[in-house]
């Protein structure tokens, strides 16, 4: 794929698709059901990351580009943990390949620690 004269990689590609698609969402949810902005930016997030699996799931036998591990780890990290564990129980998608499993929990385990932090430093 062309853009601007030079070849996209599929992380750049599919990681501004998963901004847009979660910054949408969010807007989505604040504007229309008056949502807190962190409520309507983890139903965008949440919202994007299953999408995601879905899509990465349903093309995975064909020629069409899928969706790098890394950009699903990325959007687990953003705040899609439970839309990642739900899409692969759902879809029974990434459930089998090690690596992936593996730097998937090391994503979720990071995330809490951060959240941990967070609460113990700013009691919020």
């Not at 847009?20 to 604040?30: A, N, Q």
């Not at 879905?54 to 969706?67: E, F, G």
């Not at 699903?72 to 759902?90: C, D, M, N, R």
């Amino acid at each position: 794929m062309k853009w601007i004269g030079r070849r996209q990689s599929p992380h750049t590609i599919f990681l501004g698709v998963g901004i847009s698609l979660t910054t949408m969402i969010c807007l989505v949810f604040k504007l229309r059901f008056d949502c807190s902005w962190m409520t309507s930016y983890l139903a965008g997030v949440n919202l994007s990351t299953m999408i995601f699996y879905a899509y990465d799931k349903c093309i995975a036998a064909s020629d069409l580009m899928r969706i790098p591990e890394h950009v699903l780890h990325i959007l687990t990290f953003a705040g899609g943990t439970p839309a990642a564990l739900l899409g692969q129980k759902l879809f029974h998608h990434k459930t089998i390949k090690k690596s992936f499993r593996i730097q998937f929990w090391i994503v979720v385990v990071t995330q809490a620690i951060v959240i941990g932090l967070w609460f113990y430093f700013l009691g919020a």
